[in-house]
Each structure stands twice: as C-alpha cells, then as structure tokens.
C-alpha cells in the first residue's frame, strides 16, 4: 500500500491568460502549505497566454524559489488533460492537486483534502459542490442550470458513486491519477467525468470534502456553447463504452 499520507504535495496549475489572478492563487497555496507544514512544490502549465502570465509566473519562480514554483509552458491551447500530462512529467509529489488558476478555487480547502484522504486513505479526494454546505457563488441561473444538468445527466446515465463530477479541484495520489490519465480519452470539460467514472471501473476509492465555488473575479470564462455540446457528446460516449 503506498504512503497514507502527502509527504509532498504538486499543485499542478494549468493556465491561459490569467496574470491578474495567478500571483494571487501562487500566494494563498504558499501560505495554506506553509501554515500546514506540508511540503510542496506548484507547476505552472501555461498554454502559450498572450497576456504575459509566463512573465508573471517567471517573477514568481524568483520570489518562491524554482523549488516551489516550476514554469512549464506549452506553445498553444492544446486541452486540460494534455496539461496535466504534461505537468505530471515535472512532478516529485506523491499526491497531486488539481485545481483552477481563476481563484474559483480556494487553497483553504486543500488541508482538508489532506485531512480526509488520511482519514479513509483514499486514492482521490474530490471537492464537491453538491453536498454538505458546499455550493457555488457568482454564477448565474444560466450556468448554475447547465452545471446541475450536466451533473445530474451523469448521475442518471453512469451511477459514478460521487456527487460532483465535473469539478476540478482534487487531489490523487500520483501513481492513480497515471493510471487514469492513461485510460482517458476526453479532453475538455468531459475530461473531469471521465476521471471519476474510470476511477470507479479500476476501483479506486473516492472521498469527498464540500467546497464553495466562486466565479472567477477577473478574464472570461472559457465554457462556451462548443464546450456543452461536446460534453454532451463526451458523456454518451462513456454511457456506450463503460
């Protein structure tokens, strides 16, 4: 059985066009880790942004040390699940947290994950929306109807055993969310359902801690019309094949 706990911790941060908000996030997980005692390492995944966030994020490699913060650019827009393929490379925690860059986020949370994948010694701890006192804040009745739809279509359809599948705020221990990454097919917002189902066909144990999810503060959204008609794709594509 591998470790119980994080000896160490890799946040991986996959961004585009977030300058404005990632000296912020980088700051709030230096402090939660710090406060914790936990050991930790943030790999920057930047999608070739055009606004300057690799210049951000290289001032902030100077401020934390290249210990701490590890610039790993991309040339273009090439999807989530690449990202965190390609971070996963550059990685030496045993457990990895994914998360947003746009502060929808919250570090405060991560101890928490921590807590609770010590306490059933899960593989994934999910942070969820949509239990206990979890919830969303900022969006509107649009995008709230679509999130729970979504949700609740893949309930219906894929009985994943977890309450919240298309957040992306979890922490996995490494070598599952390798396996995982090996066995995915979707990219985009399907990808994180993807995970969860697969994680319950390899039969990998799931935790989950209520988050609040805040909208992002500054830049756009990137959920878009494309994005919902391929998710619904993405998600009859795993209903026929799982």
Not at 136 to 164: C, E, H, M
Not at 193 to 211: D, K, N
Request: with cysteine; aromatic share 10%.
């Amino acid at each position: 059985m591998a470790a119980r706990g994080p000896e160490r911790v890799s946040v991986l941060l996959p961004t585009y066009n977030e300058r404005d908000n990632l000296p912020l996030v980088v700051w709030l997980l230096a402090r939660t880790f710090g406060d914790s005692g936990i050991d930790f390492e943030i790999i920057i995944i930047d999608d070739g942004s055009p606004d300057g966030t690799q210049e951000i994020a290289q001032q902030l490699e100077k401020i934390y040390g290249s210990d701490k913060i590890l610039l790993r650019p991309r040339a273009k827009k090439l999807g989530l699940g690449t990202a965190y393929i390609h971070g996963m490379k550059y990685a030496t925690g045993n457990f990895i947290v994914i998360m947003d860059a746009d502060l929808s986020h919250h570090p405060k949370f991560i101890p928490e994950f921590i807590r609770k994948q010590k306490e059933g010694n899960f593989d994934i701890v999910s942070g969820t929306r949509y239990k206990g006192n979890g919830g969303v804040y900022g969006w509107d009745l649009k995008r709230k109807l679509i999130s729970r739809g979504a949700n609740f279509l893949t309930q219906v359809l894929l009985r994943p055993g977890a309450s919240d599948l298309t957040g992306s705020f979890r922490l996995y221990r490494k070598e599952v969310l390798q396996k995982l990454m090996e066995k995915c097919v979707s990219k985009g917002y399907v990808f994180q359902m993807e995970m969860i189902v697969r994680a319950r066909q390899l039969g990998y144990t799931i935790g989950e801690v209520p988050i609040s999810f805040v909208d992002r503060v500054y830049g756009e959204s990137k959920l878009g019309g494309n994005e919902i008609v391929s998710f619904l794709k993405g998600l009859l594509t795993l209903f026929a094949t799982t």
